[in-house]
């Protein structure tokens, strides 16, 4: 009876074995080309989201002091802009330039780098977190995004801002969206300064988003316009941020 | 005989796979920047002045590890981060199960925490001495967990697992806000990494050890117990057969 049944586990056992050294070898690529597969993931993913929003409320990110600021802060990504308008502003300094904010909102702005100067500031030194790994610390001033949304009055329907860029990375314009979440949180500010000078072009002049509680790649440089939109889907395509639409990287950034 | 509790064998298949996979597709975004740090910050050893204290570059081609160790093969980030925080899932919640019904059936106690005489220096000596002459307990001792196995599974439940998962909930910004305790309790997002690393390079390292005895103690029994919790008692020296 019991060498019966070891036999059959015997043979059970080699199948065991041998089925995990395939799924190893092979099956975790076919695996990941699998559609049914990757949306069990990306369930995963929206798990993820909301476990994150449920324990950390509306905490703010770390606040550091000057004396932690890190001795280089790395660039990445877009470096610089090519298109002309950009450079043009550049060469002046941005005094020419306006931010524009549009889409559900009650009264669409143009907003000069002077009138984004002009609103309350918040300087916060946070560290950032690129996706990639490595983390650097910076100080940070700009508006708060909740002033400026506040100027401009959101309509009912707005469930996101998206961050229109002026970089272009392999062939396609850079952009990200957060949702109301984050853009009403305190420490989302619209920086023009990092390190008590302002925006270089490398960081993102004029102006670059800080989202402090998601990683780097949410953090849009050259930001040139800023839309309300109810919905992701038909921007772009459709997954709400550059590198979610090229790589499949997380909207929501947050680990 | 009956050696492994059900609650047991469950769990130790679905951790199997679930370090498994975070292993592998954790290469992948080691991948991403092969370099470790110590503090807050940390980003590029060659470029800028916050060296790294490891640096993998060029391990394997222009990159750390081979593409038969991580997950996917070809690089990609994203989706190694799709399977790891996915897994991860799995991996936490399992453990979590798991620790709680040692604790609380007091198995913890009763059958990983070694007495105070096994710690004694004479006793360990003996034991590692056994152990490297590939004598393997025998007969009813064979049952219970000897000291050296007490302290490498003690070691993987109550220092490796959770601090792997512990250093990669402090490397998330989200939770850095939830619980900023973390960052204090690792000394830091880079020192939290590099611990994730080293914890997990010794859960490999458990890995390694652990077959091998599986190996030596004999394979067929040993994984057998693991399965259907059924172990054959090794024989006395010198009892026939």
Known sequence: ?255 | MRRHGWPTRVWHWINLAAVTVMLMSGLMIFNAHPRLYWGEYGSNAREYSDPAWLDLTGLSGRTAFPGWATIPTDYSLADARLWHLAFAWVLALAFTAYLLWLLIGGRARRDLTPSRSELAPGHLLSDIAQHARLRFPKGAAALRYNVLQKLAYFAVLFVLLPGVIMTGLTMSPGLNAAWPLLLDLFGGRQSARSLHFLFAGGLVVFFVVHVAMVVLAGPFNEVRSMITGWYRLPRERGEEA
């Open chain 1, 1 to 255: 009876m019991r060498d019966d049944s070891g036999l059959s586990r015997r043979r059970l056992l080699g199948l065991a074995a041998a089925g995990t050294g395939g799924l190893l070898l092979g099956g975790c690529d076919q695996l990941n080309r699998s559609p049914g597969f990757r949306s069990l993931l990306e369930g995963a993913e929206g798990l993820t989201m909301r476990s994150q929003r449920l324990l950390m409320g509306d905490a703010l990110a770390r606040e550091y002091g000057a004396a932690d600021i890190s001795p280089a802060f790395k660039a990445n990504g877009s470096l610089g802009v090519t298109d002309a308008a950009y450079r043009a502003h550049l060469a002046q300094g941005f005094a020419g330039w306006a931010l524009r904010v549009d889409g559900l909102v009650r009264q669409p702005l143009l907003l000069p780098l002077a009138a984004l100067k002009g609103l309350p500031q918040r300087t916060q030194i946070t560290r950032h977190d690129c996706v990639e790994g490595w983390s650097a610390i910076g100080k940070w001033q700009g508006p708060q995004l909740a002033a400026v949304l506040a100027r401009a009055g959101l309509l009912p329907e707005a469930r996101y801002a998206v961050f229109h860029c002026a970089d272009v990375l392999g062939g396609a314009p850079y952009y990200e969206s957060i949702d109301l979440i984050d853009a009403f949180h305190p420490q989302t500010i619209l920086a023009w300064r990092m390190n008590d000078a302002p925006l270089t072009e490398r960081h993102g002049a004029p102006l670059r988003l800080r989202v402090e509680r998601q990683l780097g790649y949410k953090h849009a440089k050259f930001v040139m316009r800023i839309e309300l939109r109810a919905a992701l889907a038909g921007l772009y395509k459709g997954n709400g941020g550059f590198w979610e639409d090229r790589s499949g990287y997380a909207w929501y950034a947050g680990i």
